[in-house]
């Protein structure tokens, strides 16, 4: 149990559109999702945290009108990259846990979004 | 600052060799660490948490308060240990989130 998947696994756009990024909790309910950003042989970078049904807490230095995080439901985030640029380009990866009792993350698998 | 620093990017031992994979923290509270591993073409996945002090896959981390270290030791180690280790930490401990602050982790490589 405890499966997270993301959707797409690979998207490419072009500059200056926007591009969905889907993260579900496919056996569980989700509390709280996380979304992660990772550079090549680089950490993963918190880059905002969401509840269901309310506003997504953002880390410092993440521009909240560029990353639009949407937590329609207990299964369901969504990441939304707007008007994208190539410095864009990188590996987003999102987890869930099960609720404040629960310490673990589960993770996506990740999506890489090449911005061209 | 809250930080946690892996120094070694790479670790290459042979197999049945003692492992060491080094973590330190900068944290002024009671932090609650973790070791989560990411296999070749898998996802990400918690090894094992400070707080359980359970031997996972042979694997042992203890905390270190004084030297702010959360070390991951396995005694003989195995090819199917092979793969991306980091250590985390989550400042809130006890708290109503669970985020968690990366190192920039180590790829264990085990040589046959």
């Known amino acids: 149990g405890a499966v997270v998947s993301q959707h797409p696994s690979r998207v490419i756009c072009k500059s200056g559109t926007s591009v969905k990024i889907e993260c579900r909790s496919l056996?569980?309910?989700?509390?709280?999702m996380f979304w992660y950003r990772q550079f090549p042989k680089q950490s993963l970078m918190l880059m905002a945290t969401?509840?269901?049904?309310?506003?997504?807490?953002?880390e410092q230095g993440v521009e909240k009108d560029k990353f639009l995080i949407n937590h329609a439901s207990l299964t369901l985030s969504t990441l939304t990259v707007t008007s994208a640029h190539p410095e864009d380009s990188s590996f987003y990866i999102c987890?869930?846990?099960?609720?404040?009792?629960?310490?673990?993350?589960?993770f996506g698998p990740g999506t890489r979004l090449t911005v061209t | 600052a809250q930080r946690v620093t892996q120094p070694e990017k790479l670790l290459s031992v042979f197999k049945g060799a003692p492992v060491e994979l080094k973590c330190n923290y900068s944290?002024?509270?009671?932090?609650?660490l973790f070791w989560y591993v990411q296999y070749s073409r898998q996802r990400l996945q918690l090894l094992l948490r400070?707080?359980s002090r359970e031997s996972i896959k042979g694997f042992t981390a203890d905390l270190n308060k004084g030297e702010t270290s959360f070390h991951l030791k396995k005694p003989f180690a195995q090819e199917e240990d092979s793969a991306m280790y980091y250590c985390?930490?989550?400042?809130?401990?006890?708290?109503?989130?669970?985020?968690?602050?990366f190192g920039t982790g180590t790829l264990l490589a085990v040589q046959p």
């Open positions: 987890s869930a846990d099960r609720g404040t009792d629960s310490y673990e993350q589960y």
């Open positions: 944290y002024s509270g009671s932090p609650e």
């Open positions: 400070h707080i």
């Open positions: 985390a930490l989550n400042p809130y401990y006890g708290g109503a989130t669970n985020k968690l602050i």
């Open positions: 056996d569980f309910q989700a509390t709280t």
């Open positions: 969401s509840n269901e049904g309310s506003k997504a807490t953002y």
